[in-house]
């Protein structure tokens, strides 16, 4: 089932407290983080966050370049992992915030990939990316990532899954953001719920969703089978009538009752 159909089945409103008993996160309070930047310049973002974006249309897919141009204007090493076809529109768009870019993608500083390979080429290479950061001493890593990128190779989606599961131990910890997009009309459902169990925290059509009550850290995800890994979302699935955009606002009324990170003093 596509995310961009709807169920027309009715349930009674969903209650947030399924929602906080789901996760189990076991992250630290909010005002313990520190604030990283802003993406598009309102969603705040704290530093090790890991973050799903859940978006849709393919120029959305874009607009989260400032992200970006903004890690290099401050000596960030920046990776973008994403379909080759992404590559050149992404460059473009960054070259007219960046007249240096080419100076950048020279350095090292900009790094592209299309994700091409097995996923143990592709987690060593991510692996170097914060390796490298640490011996150049950059100030920081910023990791944005279309997540569409393996239809355009050969992979196996237990695996995709399974490497953004690993890559919370690397943003943990180096100073970093990694912000992974996930577009909606093209996720199948049972993807979807990976891609939120995965991620410390969301943003759902853009709100901002905090220690998000269904993620599941990599040391419990790795070991589960796919149906122990989907259950409680499975469950919430069911509840709201097997309607997606129904998912999505429950999702977003758990974002709205978090407090926002502290502005850096």
């Not at 859940?54 to 401050?74: K, T």
């Amino acid at each position: 089932m596509l995310l961009g159909a709807h169920a027309g089945s009715q349930t009674a409103p969903v209650r947030l407290t399924r929602l906080r008993r789901a996760g189990a996160c076991g992250t630290l309070p909010l005002m313990s983080a520190q604030l990283f930047t802003h993406l598009e310049g309102r969603i705040p973002i704290a530093r090790h966050d890991h973050v799903a974006v859940l978006y849709r249309g393919r120029d959305v897919a874009f607009r989260l370049l400032s992200f970006l141009a903004e890690g290099l204007a401050q000596g960030d090493l920046c990776y973008y992992l994403a379909p080759a076809n992404f590559h050149s529109e992404m460059l473009e768009r960054l070259r007219a915030l960046r007249p240096d870019l080419d100076r950048h993608l020279r350095l090292g500083k900009l790094r592209l990939d299309a994700g091409e390979g097995e996923f143990r080429a592709l987690r060593e290479r991510a692996r170097q990316v914060f390796e490298d950061a640490e011996r150049t001493r950059a100030r920081a890593v910023r990791w944005l990532e279309d997540g569409s990128w393996p239809r355009s190779v050969v992979s196996q989606e237990p695996e995709f899954f399974e490497f953004h599961a690993i890559l919370n131990y690397q943003v943990k910890h180096y100073p970093s953001a990694a912000v992974c997009q996930y577009a909606l009309d093209e996720l199948e459902t049972h993807q979807l719920f990976s891609a939120i169990a995965v991620h410390r925290h969301l943003v759902v059509l853009n709100t901002l969703v905090r220690d998000n009550p269904f993620y599941i850290p990599a040391e419990k995800f790795m070991p589960l089978t796919p149906r122990e890994r989907e259950r409680d979302l499975a469950d919430l699935f069911r509840e709201v009538g097997f309607d997606v955009e129904k998912l999505l606002d429950t999702l977003k009324g758990y974002g709205r009752l978090k407090p926002t990170p502290p502005e850096e003093p």
